[in-house]
């Protein structure tokens, strides 16, 4: 155990700014991206809830953070943020590993302006490769249907875990960064810290909470803008410390 925290300690160290950045990025871009994705299955799971629950208002509480669809989330991501970097690590070798993680960072770099800028998604991703990413995401919405009507916790988990899997240009990007770090370790932490970010958006869905995006939705939507405009630039300043 103390060798592994050790271990923790040493990728936060030389990656912790990838973290912080995800962190971020999951933290405001979910009040937009999230939530015109997730928000749907958070609020039908929280609809099974209600109606089978003589209490609604517990239910509704509990509903609202639903843990374990969070955890199961996170676990898809961490796992895909390991095969991410250990395949980075695996296929270049450690001439070209530097000029590979400059080109993963400016490519993640590239996607959070994406994600800020809606209208650069028709330029970044060409026709064929939208196709694809429809068709994952109506397969992975077919997979993931039997799990709704299920209000256990195994099956939340389930369900998160399968929907994590959904195609989404912010996860696209998380991915890109993490793998620029070729330490699993270090990818696992960041897509974690990723997930998080993205659980007070759907909590604020599952409690009907979005104030302050229904409230001030121009000024919401600049300060999201703006904080993944930051996470791009962020993204390239480390890429350009590791050639200057």
């Known amino acids: ?88 690590g695996y296929l270049f070798e450690a001439p070209a590993q530097r000029a590979v993680t400059v080109a993963l960072l400016c490519v993640a770099a590239v996607l959070f302006l994406a994600a800020a800028f809606p209208a650069l998604n028709t330029r970044i991703w060409p026709p064929v490769l939208g196709s694809v990413l429809s068709g994952l995401g109506a397969a992975v919405g077919r997979a993931a249907r039997p799990f709704f009507e299920a209000p256990s916790m195994a099956h939340r988990y389930a369900l998160g875990v399968i929907l994590g899997f959904l195609p989404c240009g912010l996860l696209a990007a998380a991915l890109m960064a993490v793998a620029s770090t070729a330490s699993p370790l270090a990818a696992a932490l960041a897509m974690g810290a990723f997930c998080v970010g993205t659980m007070p958006a759907l909590f604020l869905i599952g409690s009907g909470g979005q104030f302050a995006v229904r409230r001030w939705p121009r000024h919401m939507a600049t300060a999201v803008r703006g904080v993944l405009v930051f996470n791009s630039i962020s993204l390239f300043v480390i890429a350009s410390s590791m050639v200057f």
Request: one cysteine or more; charged letters at 10%.
């Open 1 to 88: 155990m103390e060798l592994f925290i050790q271990y923790c300690q040493a990728a936060i160290t030389d990656h912790g700014s990838i973290m912080v950045t995800l962190f971020l990025g999951g933290l405001l871009g979910s009040l937009t991206h999230c939530a015109g994705m997730c928000g749907p299955f958070v609020l039908a799971q929280i609809g099974v809830d209600d109606a089978r629950s003589p209490s609604k208002g517990l239910k509704r509480a509990r509903g609202a953070l639903l843990l374990p669809y969070h955890l199961g989330r996170m676990t898809t991501y961490m796992i895909l943020g390991v095969l991410a970097a250990s395949l980075s």
